[in-house]
């Protein structure tokens, strides 16, 4: 399997202005099953709908399962394709234990495609920042539990839904939970958009035997999403300002993306007959992104940062995040969390 360090990027056709139904046209997905975490609202729901249209059968995994069913219903107006509904909180470690539980049969896409941005500190039940705890650990644990369907699939595809406010900062190994440090929205986020990309370098080496590719994608400056509900203006100002932050308009000239356009890279990472085998790396804008100079300014939001696809950091991260996960007595870590030979 090519990994995140090969000299060879991945380009394509597509780009900044693509959308979802163009980069899947001509695709078939029938018979091939799907999950997308946050699926009900934003690039989570044109993902579903793009996948849908191809003629995958879509489960939108929500934490609000009454705004999950309207999407369901748009997607199958819009599709003639009808879409599940099944609750996910991310944050709880039973809902995630019981969503895996329940699902049967084989999986062939994952896309870990939910996430949150919180103004103040708050904690899960097990102490964790709320922030890490759902961007992270909840698709951690999610894609263990799922780890035997996705196998099953033969050439399942995890996509990790990362962000450009990666840049914002690596992971604090030594303080994740934030118990000696300063909270802050944008470290918060910002670290947890680099443990997604970390987790697609770790799943990709470690389950590629499996069958299983996985890769991280950024969607872009997108206005129209629901990331940003738990903000007040202010708030949003403060943490665009506070570049590099996930969504500043620097670097891609001034436009916004649609929903259509942000949700273009996950489905061709998902689908495009170009990434077969193909896992580890991180796109950006329908393309493999190179790795950003450490010394280019901060008001961009292109590249990919050199700590975010390291593999000693891939492998710590998932063994930290077993480490949190154990206490839980999670069936799926003790069949497919075991450490990997390091050698």
Same mark, same amino acid.
């Given at each position: 399997?090519?990994?995140?360090?090969?000299?060879?990027?991945?380009?394509?056709?597509?780009?900044?202005?693509?959308?979802?139904?163009?980069?899947?046209?001509?695709?078939?997905?029938?018979?091939?099953?799907?999950? $997308?975490?946050?699926?009900?609202?934003?690039?989570?729901?044109?993902?579903?709908?793009?996948? %849908?249209?191809?003629?995958?059968?879509?489960?939108?995994?929500?934490?609000?399962?009454?705004?999950?069913?309207?999407?369901?219903?748009?997607?199958?107006?819009?599709?003639?394709? %009808?879409?599940?509904?099944?609750?996910?909180?991310?944050?709880?470690?039973?809902?995630?234990?019981?969503?895996?539980?329940?699902?049967?049969?084989?999986?062939?896409?994952?896309?870990?495609?939910?996430? #949150?941005?919180?103004? #103040?500190?708050?904690?899960?039940?097990?102490?964790?920042?709320?922030?890490?705890?759902?961007?992270?650990?909840?698709?951690?644990?999610?894609?263990?539990?799922?780890?035997?369907?996705?196998?099953?699939?033969?050439?399942?595809?995890? #996509?990790?839904?990362?962000?450009?406010?990666?840049?914002?900062?690596?992971?604090?190994?030594?303080?994740?939970?934030?118990?000696?440090?300063?909270?802050?929205?944008?470290?918060?986020?910002?670290?947890?958009?680099?443990?997604? $990309?970390?987790?697609?370098?770790?799943?990709?080496?470690?389950?590629?035997?499996?069958?299983?590719?996985?890769?991280?994608?950024?969607?872009?400056? $997108?206005?129209?999403?629901?990331?940003?509900?738990?903000?007040?203006?202010?708030?949003?100002?403060?943490?665009?300002?506070?570049?590099?932050?996930?969504?500043?308009?620097?670097?891609?000239?001034?436009?916004?993306?649609?929903?259509?356009?942000?949700?273009?890279?996950?489905?061709? $990472?998902?689908?495009?007959?170009?990434?077969?085998?193909?896992?580890?790396?991180?796109?950006?804008?329908?393309?493999? %992104?190179?790795?950003?100079?450490?010394?280019?300014?901060?008001?961009?939001?292109?590249?990919?940062?050199?700590?975010?696809?390291?593999?000693?950091?891939?492998?710590?991260?998932?063994?930290?995040?077993?480490?949190?996960?154990?206490?839980?007595?999670?069936?799926?870590?003790?069949?497919?969390?075991?450490? %990997?030979?390091?050698?």
């Amino acid at each position: 399997m090519t990994n995140s360090t090969s000299p060879a990027l991945i380009h394509t056709q597509y780009g900044f202005d693509s959308t979802a139904a163009e980069v899947i046209e001509g695709i078939d997905l029938s018979g091939r099953r799907a999950i $997308v975490t946050g699926g009900s609202s934003g690039i989570g729901m044109e993902t579903a709908r793009a996948l %849908a249209s191809a003629g995958a059968e879509v489960t939108l995994a929500v934490r609000d399962t009454s705004a999950g069913r309207r999407a369901a219903a748009s997607i199958t107006a819009a599709t003639g394709k %009808a879409a599940h509904v099944s609750r996910l909180d991310l944050a709880s470690q039973p809902s995630v234990a019981a969503f895996a539980a329940g699902w049967t049969g084989p999986l062939d896409l994952l896309i870990n495609n939910a996430g #949150v941005i919180l103004p #103040v500190l708050q904690r899960t039940p097990e102490r964790w920042e709320m922030t890490f705890a759902t961007n992270h650990l909840g698709h951690f644990a999610l894609a263990l539990g799922l780890h035997d369907a996705l196998a099953a699939a033969g050439g399942a595809r995890i #996509v990790s839904v990362s962000s450009a406010g990666h840049h914002r900062s690596p992971v604090i190994f030594d303080d994740i939970n934030f118990i000696r440090r300063p909270y802050d929205p944008g470290l918060a986020y910002g670290q947890s958009k680099t443990a997604n $990309v970390l987790f697609a370098v770790e799943a990709a080496r470690r389950w590629g035997s499996d069958g299983i590719t996985a890769n991280a994608v950024q969607p872009g400056p $997108v206005a129209a999403t629901g990331l940003n509900r738990h903000l007040e203006p202010d708030a949003l100002a403060a943490l665009q300002a506070a570049a590099p932050y996930a969504e500043t308009l620097n670097g891609s000239q001034g436009r916004y993306k649609t929903t259509a356009q942000g949700a273009a890279t996950t489905v061709l $990472v998902a689908t495009s007959p170009q990434l077969d085998g193909i896992g580890g790396r991180y796109f950006e804008d329908c393309n493999q %992104a190179p790795v950003r100079d450490p010394g280019t300014p901060n008001n961009t939001i292109y590249g990919v940062a050199a700590y975010a696809i390291d593999p000693g950091n891939a492998n710590r991260l998932w063994d930290i995040s077993l480490q949190l996960l154990r206490s839980h007595d999670n069936h799926a870590i003790a069949q497919h969390g075991a450490p %990997a030979d390091t050698s």
